[in-house]
């Protein structure tokens, strides 16, 4: 069988495109791991080989994206839907044991809920309780037609309450394609002035779309950056947990306060205590997670990757532009919000919209269709695309819009 795959582009959201070269490096480590004659799947997990793989996965992400020294890199597993339960859990412990006194009506949970992923988790903290949540904005009510999620709202629309147990919120809207600006003059920032950092209020970020496409801004003040690592990190199974120590809090503790039970496989400072080896890994999405890691750093590291990424999707944006200009698409997203990562737009006309993914597809570029539960078109520019191979889909869209605009 051919390793080559040039035939077509994968523009999937995720699980999505790796480096083809990292895939191929894989396969050998699968099959016979630096000459052990074991496969990578088949090592002990307590074995030298692999607490090395889990060591240097800690240092390279550590690297590339500046984790300061107050933060742990761990590793679980469970996705990023599994952190949605883990955040209201961990943290609703570290509040008990910080003012044990209160009820579970006085410990809030603040939810900035900018797309359907952070609905998501705010549905999750409500259904398991312990606390209330607040909807600190919800950027549906900023919307043209209140349904869509199609901004960062302003700053002035935030209402944090005074003293949360946490505040969340997702960096990237991967579905809507929202995404906060890194600039912290654009209205689109998250808005860090409203959060007083002598409160220690932990602030907590969905990045599992954005991971490592560029520098994270305020990394320090998070309490949690987290992330599912199927976008630009690996395979499916493996979750990152950046951590700040003090959010590493003795749940069995809190619990003898009265506060819930954390499933052992979900307690941070088990998973911390153990170098995220309480359990079997996954070992095999951590194995070409380095490999994806160190092929980063060859090609220079974070900043190199933020300008490609920051290219990538100028000239998507501004094709999507010139055929929003002609009156053949509607962006969802204004463009102060705009994601880099994923592209979301509709084809206005009769049968144009199933005639472009219908071309598209011909045309080998793949998986362009919205997620199911907001239709239209999703372009996602993960690391693994190239400049070229976006400026090939670039190409494509402009004569789309030669031949159908009006
Ligand atoms: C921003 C964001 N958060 C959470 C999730 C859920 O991730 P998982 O499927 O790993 O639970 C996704 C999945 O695409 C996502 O994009």
């Known amino acids: ?13 995720g699980p999505c495109a790796l480096p083809t070269s990292v895939l191929e490096e894989a396969a050998k480590g699968l099959i016979n791991y630096k000459g052990t004659g074991i496969g990578l799947a088949e090592l002990s997990h307590r074995s030298g080989y692999f607490g090395a793989i889990v060591n240097d996965l800690a240092a390279l992400i550590r690297t590339q994206l500046d984790v300061p020294p107050t933060h742990e890199v761990l590793f679980t597993q469970g996705g990023a839907t599994g952190q949605f339960s883990a955040v209201v859990l961990n943290l609703l412990a570290r509040h008990r044991l910080l003012y044990p006194e209160l009820t579970d009506e006085e410990r809030v949970m603040d939810y900035v809920v900018t797309g359907n992923w952070s609905k998501k988790a705010s549905e999750e903290a409500t259904r398991l309780g312990g606390g209330v949540v607040n909807i600190v904005t919800d950027a549906r009510t900023v ?84 992330a599912g690592a199927q976008k630009n990190l690996g395979p499916a199974g493996l979750t990152v947990l950046i951590v700040r120590k003090d959010c590493l809090v003795d749940t069995d503790a809190a619990a003898k306060l009265g506060a819930q039970p954390v499933p052992i496989t979900m307690d941070w400072k088990v ?103 907001v239709g239209g078109v999703r372009v996602s520019l993960y690391n693994a695309i190239s400049e070229e191979q976006t400026a090939v889909l670039v190409n494509f869209i402009r004569e789309f819009i030669k031949q159908n605009a009006a």
């Not at 077509?8 to 959201?13: R, Y």
């Not at 906060?180 to 969905?206: H, L, M, N, R, Y």
């Not at 305020?218 to 309490?223: G, K, L, Y």
């Not at 998507?316 to 880099?340: I, Q, T």
Request: glycine share 6%; net charge negative; hydrophobic share 40%.
């Open 271 to 373: 998973i911390h205590a153990n170098n995220s080896l309480y359990n079997t890994p996954p070992m095999f999405a951590m194995y070409v997670s380095q490999l994806v890691l160190e092929h980063a750093q060859s090609l220079g590291g974070m900043p190199a990757i933020t300008l490609m990424n920051e290219r990538k999707k100028d000239i998507l944006y501004e094709v999507l532009d010139e055929g929003a200009a002609k009156g053949l698409f509607r962006l969802r997203v204004h463009k102060d919000s705009r994601s880099w990562m994923n592209q979301t737009f509709h084809v206005l006309g009769e049968g144009k919209e199933e005639l472009f993914l219908e071309q598209a597809d011909k045309a080998g570029f793949k998986a362009l269709a919205g997620h199911r539960s």
């Open 1 to 13: 069988m051919s390793l080559e795959r040039t035939q077509v582009i994968n523009f999937n959201s």
């Open 143 to 226: 919307s043209e037609d209140h349904k869509t999620f199609a901004s960062i709202p302003p700053h002035g629309s935030f209402q944090f309450s005074k003293k949360p147990a946490f505040v969340y919120y997702c960096e990237n809207e991967t579905i809507d394609g929202v995404q906060f600006s890194t600039d912290p003059k654009s209205s689109a920032s998250f808005p860090w002035e409203a959060i007083k950092e002598e409160d220690f209020v932990p602030v907590v970020g969905d990045y599992s779309s954005s991971f490592l496409s560029r520098p994270i801004p305020d990394i320090a003040r998070h309490a949690l950056i987290y």
